[in-house]
């Protein structure tokens, strides 16, 4: 995704940035280039999601769909300080002949259209493999609902790993990019302080009385001045 | 415009209280002052932004087409040719304060005409109060800080706490700790760690190299290498939004100028990309100042989460070109955000409906 000029060490790259110039002379006015890090986010959006829809169709209680799904979710994005996804109370209970045509192409639309051609590739392919695995996981332990829970721990788990991997390759040189602190603490009481902060602030700034003396920075843009 | 109205207002609001409770159904607004234009978001679900100008007719000629109005926002730069035009921002701040006699007074109430149309952008029902969270510039300084709240006061927001503006986006992303944030605007770049408190002096850096000087740098460098073509200022901002970028690409920024009185296309990819280029190091420079001084255990993690907002984040390239920039300082992963014209407006109006009702009562 570097495309400093002439610099090309990379030949793989220089050909993504040829695809999105394609978009552009198609008349894509704008087009955002999607680096490593956006990547593996939504990389993780997608596995975020596959876990969401998934545990949609497990037969427990809402209690338990709940903890496992935020648990799935804490783990996914570990390290990662985006939004996490809306954890939907399930809102139809689907009928298991659906859970063959689940996720794939509505996931790669729901992804920003914006994505580099071999992105979205990458994304697709992903996501892919990831509802495939969990599906065909899915239906060997639909027999009891503790076992189906404790593998979809374990999946969670392994996802996990996978997530860490593809992090890896898709980091130049491989260095880690994994944050292992979690960033998921509750900022309630933090914001409350924030808040707190700033509006004292304020009030100081209103007590003191205002000397307006002129201030020292340059004006030599055109703002500011009469045309 | 109303001058001692507003004052009345909030007083009468508190005695007669024909809505009872008043304060809480006050319209909560974030507001992005920004040198070049102005956002608003409100908790009324209403979003505008607008150019941050304003002008007047300029003789009798174009009285008779506008009319004695003042005119805020686009209309002005479409209508350029026949209003005397006023920026009242200037790097970031209310021009007024760093400026002496007639032409501050001109400027304070373009200052006062601008945030009367951001008070109309609420679109407050009648004797309905005004609650406004105001984006500042990292750097401003107490007066101007003063300054904003007393011209918004004036132009009838009752309520006025001024934030700077990166710890608005921040803000807005939830990003309280182990990040940064940078707005490159038209006037500053300002550049904003976030570690769990609210930023002070030094959590904050504001460079003054932004998308002015960029316009200015690319107008220089035309003059320069070519000398016969005619442009305007506005000619160049135009270009540079549409074909600003820091990587090579096939498309080729061809714009047509007068040329001897004639139109013609010229190519200028080389002289935006140059000048667009240049902002990149101020940036590095920024963020490892913030850095560095930064306690080292935890500098990692706030170059981690760079958060770009501001028009310039829109630059094609950008992200790449910081990330390699960030290399030499052990690496940084950048985030541009998709909504970087709302997001400051947009973390100021959360900060204003997550402000508890009683201190917006005490301001
Ligand atoms: N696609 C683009 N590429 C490069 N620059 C752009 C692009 N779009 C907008 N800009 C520039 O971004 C600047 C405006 O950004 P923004 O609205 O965030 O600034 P502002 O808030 O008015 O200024 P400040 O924050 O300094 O007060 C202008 O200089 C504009 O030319
Ligand atoms: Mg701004």
């Known amino acids: 995704m570097s495309a400093e000029s002439n ?152 996802l996990t790993r996978a997530l860490r991997v593809t992090d890896q390759v898709l980091t130049k040189g491989g260095e880690s990019v994994v944050n292992p602190a979690s960033k998921l603490k509750p900022f309630d009481n933090k914001k409350e302080e924030l808040l707190d902060q700033l509006f004292q602030a304020n009030v100081a700034l209103r007590e003191i009385s205002a000397s307006h003396g002129a201030g020292s920075l340059s004006a030599d843009s055109e703002e500011g001045r009469m045309s | 415009m109303k001058d001692n109205k507003l004052n009345q207002l909030s007083n009468e609001s508190d005695v007669i209280s024909p809505k009872l409770d008043g304060k809480s159904t006050a319209v909560k607004v974030g507001i992005d002052l920004g040198t070049s234009r102005s956002a608003i978001t409100t908790s009324k679900g209403e979003r505008m932004v607008m150019a941050s100008v304003v002008g007047w007719p300029k003789d009798a000629i174009s009285a008779k087409v506008f009319g004695h109005r003042v005119l805020v926002g686009d209309a002005v730069l479409e209508n350029r040719m026949g209003l005397q035009t006023c920026f009242p921002l200037a790097d970031g701040n209310l021009a007024f304060t760093q400026n002496a006699g007639d032409q501050k007074e001109t400027l304070r109430k373009a200052g006062l005409h601008l945030f009367t149309a951001l008070r109309q952008a609420a679109k407050a029902a009648e004797g309905q109060s005004v609650h406004a969270v105001i984006g500042a510039p990292a750097e401003a300084t107490r007066e101007n800080k003063q300054a904003i709240i007393d011209l918004a006061r004036e132009a009838g927001i009752d309520g006025v706490m001024v934030v700077s503006e990166p710890f608005a986006v921040a803000y807005a992303l939830d990003a309280l700790e182990d990040a940064m944030v940078v707005d490159i605007g038209a006037g500053t770049i300002d550049l904003c760690r976030m570690a769990g408190s609210l930023p002070d002096a030094e959590d904050q850096v504001t460079i003054f190299h932004a998308g002015n000087h960029v316009d200015a740098r690319i107008c220089e460098l035309l003059r320069e290498q070519r000398a016969d073509i005619q442009f305007s200022p506005n000619m160049i901002k135009k270009a540079k939004e549409r074909f600003s970028s820091v990587v090579d690409t096939n498309k080729r920024a061809l714009v047509t100028f007068p040329v001897n ?74 985030m541009i955000l998709d909504d970087p014209v709302f997001a400051g407006s947009q973390g100021a109006l959360k900060l204003a409906l997550e402000m508890p009702a009683e201190y917006w009562e005490q301001l």
């Open chain 1, 7 to 158: 610099t090309s060490e990379n030949d793989g790259k220089r050909g993504q940035i040829r695809n999105v110039e394609e978009l552009r002379n198609k008349g894509i006015q704008k087009v955002r280039v999607v680096g490593e890090s956006q990547l593996k986010e939504m990389a993780r959006e997608a596995a975020a999601r596959a876990v969401l829809e998934l545990a949609e169709e497990l037969k427990v209680s809402e209690e338990d769909r709940r903890s496992l799904v935020g648990r799935a979710q804490k783990q996914i994005l570990d390290g990662d300080p985006g939004p996490l996804p809306q954890i939907i109370p399930s809102p139809v209970s689907k009928p298991d002949a659906q859970v063959a045509h689940l996720p794939d192409e509505e996931q790669v639309e729901e992804s920003p259209a914006t994505l580099g051609l071999q992105e979205q590739e990458m994304l697709i392919q992903l996501s892919k493999l990831i509802s495939k695995d969990w599906r065909s996981e899915l239906a060997t332990v639909r027999d009891s609902h503790k076992s189906q829970v404790d593998r979809l721990e374990m999946r969670i788990e392994e």
């Open chain 2, 261 to 334: 009185g004639r139109p013609t296309e010229v190519d200028i990819t080389d002289q935006i990309q140059t000048a667009v280029g240049e902002l990149v190091p101020h940036i590095v420079d920024g963020i490892q100042k913030l850095v560095s001084t930064f306690d080292p255990e935890f500098q990692h993690r706030i170059r981690s989460r760079v958060i770009v907002s501001g028009g310039g984040s829109q630059v094609y390239g950008l992200q790449e070109a910081l990330e390699k920039g960030l290399e030499d300082l052990g690496g940084g992963r950048v």
